[in-house]
């Protein structure tokens, strides 16, 4: 495939992609249009890890640490307001600031990698203890109650920008979360493109030998950190907006393990796959939740570990590698890599 | 004058729970380098067994100090062997597989025994010191605790076992060559690890809520405790397991047991990032 044949069936899948998200409403009831919309909002959760696991070769088993703290922020923040336009502009800013923190102590201690996934777990669950244990009246920010375990009930949902008389419909919400996730998706494939992205690539595949080639994988890293974490807070607000409730649960350890599974399965180092994985296994879970006889963990636990000993690579990657081979014809292969979310896998979605 | 007998045996039973609950792990990860983030599942079944054969009619000293720890170190055999045999040297994929793993144990246990199940009376009956009262329990555990640290230690240190394990520990390639069955000794090793950790499941179910994902609330805990450590077995996790049962205690006393808790990860993180080879990288070079 030439560079201008990828480049137009790229944009040919995100034209029907968008086509797609515009006409879904008038085909679906409304159970099913609040659930997708829900899909759509775990998606961007998907994408955030996806960004830095798989570019940035850093294993957050805490993300949901961002999720939760933009998921409160933009409940704080909207109560507060009456309007959920800054709410929104908070929920980015606030976990990005908090990566920002967290990231700078982590990376600048050269802190290895299980140490990392040790530290983000830890990070986690002290949210979780410290919101959790809220009750009470002395708790509050603005007039916005914490609500400790129960959490902060009607929680004001998106508006119009800057006329919080006029919330969106159902319809509304799922433009909006399902043209976040597309708008997350081509800002993160921009920002990959870019040299920042090339070089956090490079910092994922020997940090070492970029070192020595003059960047400091330091501040790399931190970057790719902290837009991962902007773009989880995003993904709380979003979530937010869906339930109109926040509580402590959104910080637990299974919310984590979720996000986790998506990618194995999806495929780590691709965009695409995360949102796939995201999209099948909460469809699957929402699927077991219908029935009683037996958990949906155990469905969740098999499913990783046959994943991880069997395709570790991932569901998209490996269809990919399938068509590659199909429309290849024996010309030589390109760089896997550089094809990591091409639009036949958008197909297969 | 009470108060502080009190306080300083909160402080040991803090730092004796958390060395039993850590001790498995450490095995583990300190010999195989193997990140099992199904611990705090295999502290689970521990105490599940001890629930279930208790409420069966057994007694209770049994099935904490047989049950348990003989049920877990079967399961953690058969886990080895199906699954964590792949893994070795596979980092990300050994704490991907087990975090698989713990949610599998979870569901299994939550599908076959539902949500809740009945806890175990705490034996022994309590003391009192001045206004204050306390319980025997508190002074077995930390008993318990000295016993492991010894008999660890001892197997370690003074049988044929423990001198090819710490080879194993040391360089497995060399070992191998030596004529030592790595495979044999890292299966060992693994359903020993399991079993501890089921005796320390055990030894907490009579003080702890019993769910299925009881695990959860230990297993950070535990990490942050063998990573504070470092790689001795013995000396980094008891050393790590009493300044962060200290810290941990100290915290609750002062604000709550929620900031404690704080206060103890906190406190662990500033560690780590100051001692990033742990407490045993530092101090207690080479030891066990």
Known sequence: MTRQTSLALQSLALLAAILLVVALPSYMDLFTLMQVTLFAAMGVLSLSLAFIWGFGGILSFGQTAFFGLGAYA??????????????????????????????????????????????????????????????????????ARLGGFNGIPAVPTFNMPYSPSDILSPEASWWV??????????LLRLLLASSFGRVAVAVRENETRAALLGYDP???????????????GLAGALYVNWGAFVGPTIFSLSISAEIIIWITIGGLGTLLGPIVGCFLIQYLVSQIGSQQAFNANL????????????LPQGIVPTIRDGLLRLARLGRPRRDAKSLASEPHAAGAK | MDLSVILALDVLNGAASLFLLCLGLAIIFGMMKIINLAHGEFVMLGAYATVLSTNAGLNIWIAMLVVAPVFVGLVGLVIERCLIRFLYGRLVDSMLATWGLSLFLIGLVTTLFGNTINGVPTPLGGFEIGAYRSSWYTIFLVAMALAMMALVYGVMRFTRFGLVARAVMQNPGMAATLGVNTAHIYMATFALGAAVTGLAGGLLAPVSGITPVMGSAFVAKSFITVVGGGAAIISGTASAAGLFGLVNQMGAYLTTPVYGEVILFLSAILLIRLLPQGISGRFFKGTL
């Open chain 1, 218 to 232: 330091r501040i790399i890293k931190l970057g790719v950190f902290v837009v991962g974490g902007a773009v989880a």
């Open chain 1, 177 to 186: 979360t399902a043209g976040a996730l597309i708008g997350v998706y081509l």
């Open chain 1, 74 to 143: 933009y409940a704080i923040a909207a109560i507060n307001f009456g309007d959920s336009t800054n709410a929104i502009l908070l929920a980015v800013l606030v976990p990005g600031l908090f990566a920002a923190a967290l990231g700078y102590f982590v990376f600048y201690g050269r802190i290895s990698e299980v140490y990392l996934g040790v530290i983000t777990l830890t990070v986690t669950l002290i949210l979780f203890n410290v919101v959790n244990s809220t009750a009470g009246d002395s708790y509050t920010i603005g007039t």
């Open chain 1, 299 to 310: 469905v969740l636990g098999v499913i990783l570990v046959a994943f991880v000993l069997l």
